[in-house]
């Protein structure tokens, strides 16, 4: 089917919001990060309501949001639902983030965290549907979630580098990059094999198109070299300049790590772009008879 | 309880689009857009075997329809006469029924009520006054068939009892409506 780009940037922008609040609680939980918390839950509300501003987009009639009680099984439902929980636990959070009250951040925190755990999944379930074998599967949430750790650590990561306790935290910030990154990898790896072994196997929908067929560059391209290759090799990079420093010097740049994050992050941005491209390529239904 | 089915006898079916064309016109479906479709299905085998049949296509009206279990306003339902509709004042058209239909028969409609989802009502309007639906009236082969599956006096009953029946792929959904074929081999999922 064809790319849904109002629901695509959502679920992009969800991940950010979703991997961020994660990383903020595990600070919270270790008692760690506490400079960026602050940045770092500003950046989560302002992608989860840049987000949910453009999901509307895809509706023909938004002004009728009220019946959207009207089914409360539907994973439309729960994800509307999930985004709201999200946004009134980011908002506390952020209050609290600016005052000093340590035991409630550190609750709104993990709460928040718990949240974003379940955040990228709901919104991957909602495209699990029969109908459309090349989605039908956990994979596709699984994947969902990877890309938002990756997404949200590498972001966090940067910012604690450039903002944080660098020389304390940086090094435990790195190590939640590089597990961000590798999950990723392998959640968009599985949801690749998926791909390759749905049932009702056809040609639109075929593992083919995507290795040699006319998504190729996409998934060469975007996915592999610049959703997984580049990001995981800049996260290694960071953590290894951060062990042995510049050079071997044993002094590692803050910045300068920061910045080969922050390249990380924007390539798994660009990376969870294609895939989801391609998954609504993929994306065909079981038997299209009317409406291709 | 009462089944409300439309079945189609392909072994009748001339592929003459009547069905197709009177459609539009008792539910003024706008250009672009059907509620009912013929597709051709073949030729297939090798001369001079080859076989060939007609398909009219439309919403199966799911004995467990997706469409209805993924509408997040509950604008799809389901009719205790087993009808699949679409409430349009309270369809967003958030377009997540489209995804979920198995046989891509629905669709997003911006032309006559903006921005809501189109497609085959069983004619309900005229059903609830005791009419047939207009595809099934004016089909000159009388391959199209209306009526209540539980009742075995009623005319999909008996071709189902008649005729071998087949239905379009089944992820667990169960659609509705039974094509009954006997003169050719069934080139569909079952």
């Given at each position: 089917m064809e790319v849904q780009w109002p629901l695509l940037v959502f679920s992009v922008l969800l991940g950010i919001t979703s991997g961020s609040f994660i990383f903020l609680a595990i600070g919270e939980l270790t008692g760690k990060f506490k400079e960026v918390r602050f940045t770092g839950a500003l950046i989560a509300l302002v992608c989860l309501a840049i987000g949910g501003c453009v999901s509307v987009l895809h509706m023909g009639h938004p002004e009728r949001a009220l019946h959207l009680l009207g089914n409360l099984g539907s994973g439309l439902s729960k994800e509307l639902f999930a985004v709201a929980v999200m946004g009134i636990v980011a908002i506390v959070y952020l209050v609290l983030a600016r005052k000093d009250y340590p035991g409630a951040s550190k609750v709104f925190g993990v709460i928040g965290g718990v949240v974003g755990i379940v955040l990228s999944p709901i919104a991957g379930a909602s495209?699990?549907?029969?109908?459309?074998p090349a989605w039908d599967s956990i994979a596709l949430p699984l994947m969902y979630l990877g890309a938002g750790l990756a997404l949200g650590f590498t972001l966090m990561a940067a910012l604690v580098l450039l903002k944080g306790k660098a020389s304390e935290e940086g090094g435990f910030a790195l190590k939640l990059a590089l597990a961000g990154v590798v999950i990723m990898a392998v959640t968009t790896v599985a949801y690749v094999i998926w791909i390759a072994i749905a049932p009702y196997q056809a040609p639109s929908r075929s593992i083919e198109r995507l290795l040699s067929g006319d998504l190729a560059l996409m998934f060469w391209a975007g996915v592999v070299v610049v959703g997984i290759v580049v990001p995981v090799a800049l996260t290694v990079l960071a953590c290894v300049k951060a062990t042995r420093g510049e050079g071997g010097s044993g002094i590692a740049n803050p910045k300068s790590l920061s910045t080969y994050l922050f390249v990380s992050f924007a390539c798994t941005a660009v990376g969870a772009v294609a895939i989801r491209m391609i998954m609504y390529a993929v994306g065909t239904s079981v038997e299209q008879l009317i409406y291709k | 309880m009462t089944r409300n089915i439309i079945s189609v006898d392909l072994d009748s079916?001339?592929?003459?689009?009547s069905c197709a064309v009177v459609c539009k016109q008792e539910n003024g479906v706008g250009l672009g857009t059907y509620y009912n479709k013929v597709l051709t299905v073949g030729p297939s085998g090798t001369f001079p075997d080859l076989e060939m049949y007609y398909l009219p296509v439309a919403c199966q009206h799911c004995d467990n329809p997706e469409c209805v279990s993924v509408c997040p306003t509950g604008a799809s339902y389901k009719r205790e006469d087993g009808v699949v509709l679409v409430d349009h004042s309270k369809c967003i058209g958030c377009q997540y029924c489209v995804m979920a239909c198995?046989?891509?028969?629905r669709t997003y409609d911006?032309?006559?009520?903006?921005g809501v989802i189109e497609k085959c009502t069983m004619c309900a309007h005229l059903i609830d006054k005791g009419e047939k639906p207009a595809c099934v009236k004016h089909c000159p082969g009388q391959a199209r068939l209306f009526g209540d599956?539980?009742?075995?006096?009623s005319p999909p009953s008996k071709m189902r009892a008649t005729k071998k029946v087949h239905k379009l792929?089944?992820?667990?959904?169960?659609?509705g409506v039974e094509y009954g074929l006997d003169k050719f081999t069934w080139k569909g999922g079952e």
């Amino acid at each position: 089917m064809e790319v849904q780009w109002p629901l695509l940037v959502f679920s992009v922008l969800l991940g950010i919001t979703s991997g961020s609040f994660i990383f903020l609680a595990i600070g919270e939980l270790t008692g760690k990060f506490k400079e960026v918390r602050f940045t770092g839950a500003l950046i989560a509300l302002v992608c989860l309501a840049i987000g949910g501003c453009v999901s509307v987009l895809h509706m023909g009639h938004p002004e009728r949001a009220l019946h959207l009680l009207g089914n409360l099984g539907s994973g439309l439902s729960k994800e509307l639902f999930a985004v709201a929980v999200m946004g009134i636990v980011a908002i506390v959070y952020l209050v609290l983030a600016r005052k000093d009250y340590p035991g409630a951040s550190k609750v709104f925190g993990v709460i928040g965290g718990v949240v974003g755990i379940v955040l990228s999944p709901i919104a991957g379930a909602s495209y699990l549907i029969a109908a459309r074998p090349a989605w039908d599967s956990i994979a596709l949430p699984l994947m969902y979630l990877g890309a938002g750790l990756a997404l949200g650590f590498t972001l966090m990561a940067a910012l604690v580098l450039l903002k944080g306790k660098a020389s304390e935290e940086g090094g435990f910030a790195l190590k939640l990059a590089l597990a961000g990154v590798v999950i990723m990898a392998v959640t968009t790896v599985a949801y690749v094999i998926w791909i390759a072994i749905a049932p009702y196997q056809a040609p639109s929908r075929s593992i083919e198109r995507l290795l040699s067929g006319d998504l190729a560059l996409m998934f060469w391209a975007g996915v592999v070299v610049v959703g997984i290759v580049v990001p995981v090799a800049l996260t290694v990079l960071a953590c290894v300049k951060a062990t042995r420093g510049e050079g071997g010097s044993g002094i590692a740049n803050p910045k300068s790590l920061s910045t080969y994050l922050f390249v990380s992050f924007a390539c798994t941005a660009v990376g969870a772009v294609a895939i989801r491209m391609i998954m609504y390529a993929v994306g065909t239904s079981v038997e299209q008879l009317i409406y291709k | 309880m009462t089944r409300n089915i439309i079945s189609v006898d392909l072994d009748s079916c001339i592929g003459c689009h009547s069905c197709a064309v009177v459609c539009k016109q008792e539910n003024g479906v706008g250009l672009g857009t059907y509620y009912n479709k013929v597709l051709t299905v073949g030729p297939s085998g090798t001369f001079p075997d080859l076989e060939m049949y007609y398909l009219p296509v439309a919403c199966q009206h799911c004995d467990n329809p997706e469409c209805v279990s993924v509408c997040p306003t509950g604008a799809s339902y389901k009719r205790e006469d087993g009808v699949v509709l679409v409430d349009h004042s309270k369809c967003i058209g958030c377009q997540y029924c489209v995804m979920a239909c198995p046989y891509g028969v629905r669709t997003y409609d911006e032309s006559r009520d903006k921005g809501v989802i189109e497609k085959c009502t069983m004619c309900a309007h005229l059903i609830d006054k005791g009419e047939k639906p207009a595809c099934v009236k004016h089909c000159p082969g009388q391959a199209r068939l209306f009526g209540d599956l539980d009742d075995p006096e009623s005319p999909p009953s008996k071709m189902r009892a008649t005729k071998k029946v087949h239905k379009l792929t089944d992820v667990g959904n169960h659609p509705g409506v039974e094509y009954g074929l006997d003169k050719f081999t069934w080139k569909g999922g079952e």
